[in-house]
T-cell receptor
Framework: SQQGEEDPQALSIQEGENATMNCSYK?????LQWYRQNSGRGLVHLIL?????REKHSGRLRVTLDTSKKSSSLLITASRAADTASYFC??????????????FGKGTTLSVSS | GAVVSQHPSWVICKSGTSVKIECRSL??????MFWYRQFPKQSLMLMAT?????????EQGVEKDKFLINHASLTLSTLTVTSAHPEDSSFYIC??????????FGSGTRLTVV
């Protein structure tokens, strides 16, 4: 079952522009993670934000978390063609313990053109 | 960090045959392994959770007799797609979870059934 829902489903921008993707989830969480997946490839972990954090930065990435709205956003600043990929949010089903599966949102496909 | 090695990266098989996908944890012990399936342009769907030495737990709608999971050791989990059909063509990814390293994903297996 899907835990998160991302929007938009697809996003096309020019290099240098910012890209914002949103994710909503349904149950209470201890943390939320964002992953990137290049076409036909495995997952790359981008960033984890804990439930007691509201904002977190990592390089050109900025993630926000609003637990009252059960939503998160991922902002990629100054996008590059290499950022073209699908982006997924994920939360641990049933809590944040080893042995608990990650459940992924539907994802946003980002295309950055030069 | 933790590395999960997944093989093969891609496989083409004839309809009716069986295919085995292996995931090995290289430098840690994976008590639990998760198996996901991803259809084109869709998100990762959790198929099953496998625990070393016990039967796997399958998600609703996943046929346990078709997708055989074996987790006989702390470093190896296998997924066998039995009597594969074209509709089983998909991208399969395994994942392990540890308290120390969080979630680690294999690189995925592209299965094409012809």
């Amino acid at each position: 079952s899907q835990q998160g829902e991302e929007d938009p489903q697809a996003l096309s921008i020019q290099e240098g522009e910012n890209a914002t993707m949103n994710c909503s989830y349904k149950t209470s969480i201890n943390n939320l993670q964002w992953y990137r997946q290049n076409s036909g490839r495995g997952l790359v972990h981008l960033i984890l934000i804990r439930s007691n954090e509201r904002e977190k930065h990592s390089g050109r990435l900025r993630v926000t978390l609003d637990t009252s709205k059960k939503s998160s956003s991922l902002l990629i600043t100054a996008s590059r063609a290499a950022d073209t990929a699908s982006y997924f949010c994920a939360t641990a089903r049933g809590g944040d313990q080893a042995g608990t599966a990650l459940i992924f949102g539907k994802g946003t496909t980002l295309s950055v053109s030069s | 960090g933790a590395v999960v090695s997944q093989h093969p990266s891609w496989v083409i098989c004839k309809s009716g045959t069986s295919v085995k996908i292996e995931c090995r944890s290289l430098d840690f012990q994976a008590t639990t392994m998760f198996w996901y399936r991803q259809f084109p342009k869709q998100s990762l769907m959790l198929m099953a959770t496998s625990n070393e030495g016990s039967k796997a737990t399958y998600e609703q709608g996943v046929e346990k007799d078709k997708f055989l999971i074996n987790h006989a050791s702390l470093t190896l989990s296998t997924l066998t797609v039995t009597s594969a059909h074209p509709e089983d063509s998909s991208f399969y990814i395994c994942s392990a979870s540890t308290l120390r390293y969080g979630y680690t994903f294999g690189s995925g297996t592209r299965l094409t059934v012809v």
